[in-house]
């Protein structure tokens, strides 16, 4: 078990979410790279990151969060 939480994903989406550190500390390193190369898609890939981690879509690979909102 990673033990990630949702709030510190959600503060790393907020802060740096076109960077797509969110998604390296979620576990999707392939994801967090080409979101890296492509700033986010322009921001909107993390506007969308944003939605699914406030509703729960959007979880760690290796499970589900140890702390939720």
């Given amino acids: ?11 790393l989406v907020l802060l ?3 960077l797509g550190i969110h998604r390296f500390y979620l576990g999707y390193t392939w994801q967090g790279i ?3 190369l492509t700033f986010g898609g322009c921001g909107i890939w ?3 990151d944003l939605i699914r981690i406030i ?5 760690p690979k290796d499970g589900e969060y140890e702390t939720t909102l």
């Fill in 34 to 36: 080409v979101q890296l």
């Fill in 46 to 48: 993390a506007i969308i």
């Fill in 55 to 59: 509703t729960g879509d959007l979880k």
């Fill in 16 to 18: 740096v979410g076109g």
């Fill in 1 to 11: 078990m990673g033990g990630k939480s949702q709030v510190i994903a959600l503060i």
